[in-house]
């Protein structure tokens, strides 16, 4: 299959709220070529990532919008215009192959609409655009909602939070202490040719100068490193681990911050991981598997405790709740198609049933961490703050963070070019009746 076609059709079923890039992707994947798949991901994400710009432009360049039956259509379009604003790949390559995507959409009327609209726009996206970019939409490639509640929240940053979400994340990894201090590792990969520098707040963690694929890195099979960003390393760090405690991840998929738990305090009782998702946690099981890690992994809904839980409190909680993702956009770009305004009441609402539910199971003078990759505080701040408000014995238990904005309740991370993603964590204690005020 022709690698544009397959990239727009998994962009279509985005456009039209049937999927998501994770799940619309890897079927289109497997229809192309081994040389090609790299370039079915760059388009794919390229064109979620710039579609509010590509889409204005491409409203600006027709007679009348798409019908919804024609979304195929559409989808190729924002592939065509992507590739002439976005990538190096000759004008004329990119207008011809995306053109003659149409056949297979058995809509042959689309070759002339296509290749006129992707030569105006050639011709003209030039000019075009700086008048459109008066529009913050179109000027920073998010949605309005989002852009709005950004401006509304981060009024000095919110520029430069949308420019990070633009971007393309670096590959950070996470050493695993068992094996190796940073340093060494540091070592050993300068000694295989890898440029690399120590991340800035976390203690083990690793940014690498340029992407690879990682099962070329040193040990990686054997567990010396995995993925994960620098802000979602500072879970296990914040937890305040200690010998034989008893550890719970809830919404642990898939599985990174149970992992680092495991790799943090060797001499931890049990960490049980949860999550509402049984295929999700093929993905923890093989983590476990890889960095030789055991936990007591459960499929099922956190909140649904007298479905899973023994009734033996938890010393340490960590709560890595369902958010809206805002924090991670440049990693998951249709993120900006998927999300709606409306799904963040509910998600805060969700978030508040979590903490309910879990807080029960939380040992006195336990720790709950309150973790979420949203950079949006109507799921963050305020959710910790209502809970605090309605629950007696409970007590924000403060850090003194070198990372990210002080909140009226916890920390918050806003994203970072080249560095952390957008991340927010509270720290609450479970006091004994002795203990409260």
């Known amino acids: 299959m022709n690698p544009r076609l397959a990239a727009a059709r998994a962009l279509k079923a985005v456009l039209a709220g049937k999927a998501s890039l994770a799940s619309s992707l890897p079927s289109q994947l497997e229809r192309v070529e081994p040389r090609d798949k790299g370039l079915v991901q760059e388009l794919a994400f390229g064109a979620a990532r710039w579609q509010p710009r590509l889409s204005a432009l491409a409203l600006a360049l027709l007679s009348k919008p798409f019908r919804k039956a024609d979304q195929d259509v559409e989808a190729l379009l924002l592939i065509g215009l992507y590739q002439l604003l976005y990538t190096r790949i000759p004008a004329h390559a990119a207008i011809a192959e995306t053109v003659g995507c149409a056949t297979?959409?058995?809509?042959?009327?689309?070759?002339?609409?296509?290749?006129?609209?992707l030569r105006r726009a050639q011709r003209e996206a030039e000019t075009l655009l700086p008048a459109l970019e008066k529009d913050p939409v179109v000027l920073t490639a998010h949605p309005r909602w989002l852009q709005k509640s950004l401006k509304a929240f981060w009024p000095d940053d919110w520029l430069a939070i949308c420019a990070a979400n633009n971007s393309h994340p670096p590959l950070t990894l996470r050493v695993n202490q068992q094996q190796f201090s940073r340093e060494a590792y540091l070592?050993?990969?300068?000694?295989?040719?890898?440029?690399?520098?120590?991340t800035v707040f976390s203690k083990d963690g690793i940014t690498l100068a340029a992407p690879c694929d990682v099962t070329t890195l040193p040990g990686f099979s054997a567990g010396a490193v995995s993925v994960q960003d620098e802000a979602a390393q500072l879970a296990a760090e914040l937890l305040m681990l200690e010998p034989e405690q008893r550890v719970l991840d809830a919404c642990c998929a898939p599985g990174g911050k149970t992992c680092h738990i495991l790799e943090s305090q060797a001499q931890l009782r049990e960490v049980v991981a949860i999550d509402l998702e049984p295929a999700r946690l093929e993905r923890v099981k093989a983590n476990l598997a890889r960095l030789k890690l055991n936990a007591t992994v459960i499929a099922g809904?956190?909140?649904?405790?007298?479905?899973?839980?023994?009734?033996?409190?938890f010393q340490r909680i960590l709560l890595d709740a369902p958010c809206s993702a805002t924090g991670v956009i440049r990693r998951h770009?249709?993120?900006?198609?998927?999300?709606?305004?409306?799904?963040?009441?509910?998600?805060?609402?969700?978030?508040?049933?979590?903490?309910?539910?879990?807080?029960?199971?939380?040992?006195?003078?336990?720790?709950?961490?309150?973790?979420?990759?949203?950079?949006?505080?109507?799921?963050?701040?305020?959710?910790?703050?209502?809970?605090?408000?309605?629950?007696?014995?409970?007590?924000?238990?403060?850090?003194?963070?070198?990372?990210?904005?002080?909140?009226?309740?916890?920390?918050?991370?806003?994203?970072q070019i080249d560095g952390h993603d957008g991340f927010y964590y509270a720290r609450l204690i479970k006091q004994a009746p002795a203990q409260r005020t």
């Open 301 to 313: 809904d956190a909140r649904a405790t007298d479905q899973w839980w023994d009734g033996e409190t």
């Open 333 to 415: 770009p249709d993120i900006k198609l998927t999300r709606q305004a409306d799904d963040i009441i509910a998600l805060a609402q969700l978030q508040g049933e979590l903490l309910d539910a879990l807080w029960a199971t939380l040992a006195e003078n336990g720790i709950l961490l309150y973790a979420t990759c949203s950079t949006l505080p109507t799921e963050n701040t305020e959710v910790i703050a209502a809970f605090l408000q309605r629950t007696s014995d409970a007590k924000e238990l403060p850090f003194n963070a070198a990372f990210g904005k002080q909140q009226p309740h916890g920390q918050q991370l806003l994203a």
């Open 104 to 117: 297979a959409l058995k809509k042959p009327w689309a070759k002339g609409l296509l290749n006129a609209v």
């Open 187 to 198: 070592a050993q990969l300068s000694e295989c040719g890898f440029e690399a520098q120590a």
